[in-house]
């Protein structure tokens, strides 16, 4: 079964920093995409920033600079760093992976439960 489990999330004061873990668990090939997105209060899921698979990172503009996605191929595990934290980056955060189960390259995705970042002024 696969899973992708967030962790991380908390309140932070403006102008703060915090780090989000997402983990992926369970069986399949290999990860084509993941990354995070978010929902703000009242407003739609939207990208925040994702990996593809090889080498292209890509950001919301609106996020690039504040944000970074490091991540841990070993252990099937990414990062959200967020600096310079303002109150509108309050928001349920996601991970989200297309992953290839089988081989087959074929992707299936995958969404996580989200991690509530709060931002206080």
């Known amino acids: 079964q696969v899973q992708l489990v967030e962790s991380g999330g908390g309140l932070v004061h403006a102008g703060g920093s915090l780090r989000v873990t997402c983990a992926a668990s369970g069986t399949f090939f290999r990860i084509h995409d993941i990354g995070w997105y978010r929902r703000e209060p009242g407003k739609q899921r939207e990208l925040v920033a994702t990996?593809?698979?090889?080498?292209?990172?890509n950001y919301d503009d609106s996020l690039k600079g504040r944000f970074a996605i490091p991540g841990d191929d070993a252990k099937n595990t990414v990062y959200l760093q967020m600096n310079s934290l303002k109150p509108e980056d309050t928001a349920v955060y996601y991970c989200?992976?297309?992953?290839?189960?089988?081989?087959?390259?074929?992707?299936?995705?995958?969404w996580g439960q989200g991690t509530q970042v709060t931002v206080s002024s």
């Open positions: 989200n992976a297309d992953l290839d189960l089988y081989g087959s390259g074929k992707e299936f995705r995958y």
């Open positions: 990996i593809r698979s090889g080498s292209c990172t």
